[in-house]
């Protein structure tokens, strides 16, 4: 992302924490779709996450999301393949990206 300093540093594995914990909060003010773009773009400096950080937290959404059973949780199933295509994409994996983006 575009942060600097200190903030311009941090682990994939925090960053998936912070986004699922966001997008799983129904108690925010903030849309649906404003949680979800914890996946895709820094939540101090707004630009969106590219390379192998993207590829990273769409690996990371994709699991995240793919292991719930429930029927209510085929929205965010579909989203989590969407952000593991981009996330492919993003590290030129087009192949790869193609059928993710098909199943979805």
Excluded: F, I, P
């Excluded at 129904?26 to 400096?45: G, I, K, Q, V």
């Excluded at 192998?52 to 429930?70: K, S, V």
């Excluded at 085929?74 to 994409?89: D, E, F, T, Y």
């Excluded at 590290?91 to 059928?99: I, N, P, T, Y």
Aim: proline residues 0%.
């Amino acid at each position: 992302c575009a942060c600097r300093g200190g903030s311009s540093y941090a682990h994939v594995s925090c960053v998936a924490t912070q986004a699922r914990v966001v997008v799983d909060d129904e108690t925010s003010n903030e849309s649906a779709e404003s949680r979800w773009n914890r996946w895709n773009a820094c939540r101090l400096c707004g630009q969106r996450y590219h390379g192998r950080m993207q590829w990273a937290l769409g690996w990371a959404c994709w699991q995240t999301y793919t292991c719930r059973d429930a029927v209510e949780y085929n929205w965010q199933r579909l989203c989590a393949m969407g952000v593991l295509g981009r996330g492919l994409k993003g590290v030129r994996r087009m192949k790869e990206a193609l059928v993710v983006q098909e199943a979805e």
